[in-house]
């Protein structure tokens, strides 16, 4: 059988950029064990059906292993953060995955907004030297124009998270959704070019999206690009900027005062009783609660330690929605949100074609609109 003569180079950039063990490789194309390795040494070359197979898995456009000097991998601007007692880890392939996505999609939409002339409001910038919870006060009151009225009045966290999603898009940060998996970032952001990138994933419950998402809008203020791992222990990590990013979500979704006032009508109750009833109230996790409720000395780092996370996981089964089936189109709209007007207005004044639509969002013009 005729064999694709691959780059070596390429070959095993493309491998080790996926995330994926060799063996799970392996697998999953059903070739012999240590087949990947000597392809990758040479020794031998996959044939035309194993080379369809390898392209598809590692999601790879065939050009990319002819080339002899492999490109530059977009996951290099993105630091690996660790908080609340994760440990270091590589990469998930979900995560290499994602971030190459929104990296591709960010140029695609970005250039459009130039064609179009879209005037960027100028995202603001902060530092870790300065205090979060007065920069997370400038940003609410300035910026999202979010009364704590406003945000009781909200029925459920998945209508917060779409209120604040539109808020903060409004500021030309784009905010993409992924199903990234439990044993994956819970977000990352992309804050080194214009327009910045938020990546949220969708495998846990709105209220912690919620949180996620400020969270990583602390990082495009800081311009600290980061892929952030959290495990479910309630140590307090030790990262500073992870901390000041942890404290301005916080302080963003719960300010101080309003609080306080609302803790002050409530009642006092055991802390997490507390922050229970508080993230119901402004449609926060119980976790995001329970650390604001520390900060403001109404709670303490054992209280945090003995939070149960496990219920943080967005459930599964459910009845469907027969208004809203999940279709492709649908799902698209989900992970690229608001940014897709633009594209469809850079589609109807000619800027883009059909085919410029389908290669980068995978979607057609029908499903855009």
């Not at 910045?196 to 400020?214: A, D, E, K, N, Q």
């Not at 600290?224 to 309630?234: K, N, P, R």
């Not at 306080?260 to 449609?283: M, P």
């Not at 709209?333 to 059909?354: F, H, I, W």
Request: hydrophobic residues 40%.
């Amino acid at each position: 059988m005729t064999t694709v003569p691959v780059s070596t180079s390429a070959l095993a950039w493309a491998v080790a950029e996926s995330g994926v063990p060799k063996a799970d490789l392996e697998k999953r194309l059903k070739v012999a064990s240590g087949t990947v390795e000597r392809w990758i040494d040479g020794d031998c070359q996959p044939n035309g059906t194993q080379f369809k197979r390898l392209k598809l898995l590692l999601k790879r456009p065939a050009s990319i292993f002819f080339m002899e000097t492999p490109p530059i991998s977009p996951e290099a601007e993105v630091a690996m953060r660790l908080a609340f007692g994760a440990t270091s880890r590589s990469r998930s392939p979900n995560e290499r995955l994602a971030i190459r996505d929104a990296t591709r999609v960010r140029k695609f939409v970005g250039d459009l907004w130039e064609e179009l002339r879209e005037q960027y409001k100028g995202i603001p910038s902060a530092s870790t030297n300065e205090d979060p919870e007065e920069v997370a006060n400038t940003v609410r009151s300035e910026i999202l124009g979010v009364g704590i009225q406003e945000q009781l009045a909200w029925s459920s966290p998945s209508q917060a998270f779409r209120k604040w999603r539109a808020l903060i898009e409004r500021m030309h940060i784009l905010v993409f959704l992924y199903p990234l998996g439990e044993l994956s970032a819970r977000g990352f952001s992309c804050a080194s070019d214009h327009p910045p990138v938020i990546g949220v994933s969708t495998t846990w419950h709105p209220s912690i999206r919620v949180y996620t998402l400020f969270h990583e809008l602390g990082h495009v203020l800081t311009r600290t690009s980061s892929s952030c791992v959290e495990a479910t222990t309630g140590v307090p990590t030790e990262d500073p900027v992870e901390r000041w990013c942890e404290r301005f979500s916080a302080s963003l979704l719960m300010p101080g005062q309003a609080v306080r006032e609302l803790i002050e009508r409530h009642g006092s109750l055991d802390a997490i009783a507390t922050a229970t009833w508080l993230a119901n109230k402004l449609c926060v996790s119980r976790k995001a609660a329970l650390l604001r409720l520390v900060e403001i000395g109404d709670a303490t780092w054992s209280d945090f330690r003995r939070l149960d996370s496990k219920f943080e996981r967005k459930g599964g089964g459910g009845r469907p929605d027969a208004d809203y089936a999940r279709t492709r189109d649908i799902v698209r709209r989900d992970t690229y949100g608001g940014c897709l007007s633009g594209v469809m207005d850079a589609y109807q004044s000619g800027l883009v074609t059909e085919a410029d639509i389908r290669s980068y969002l995978r979607m057609s013009p029908e499903e855009l609109a």
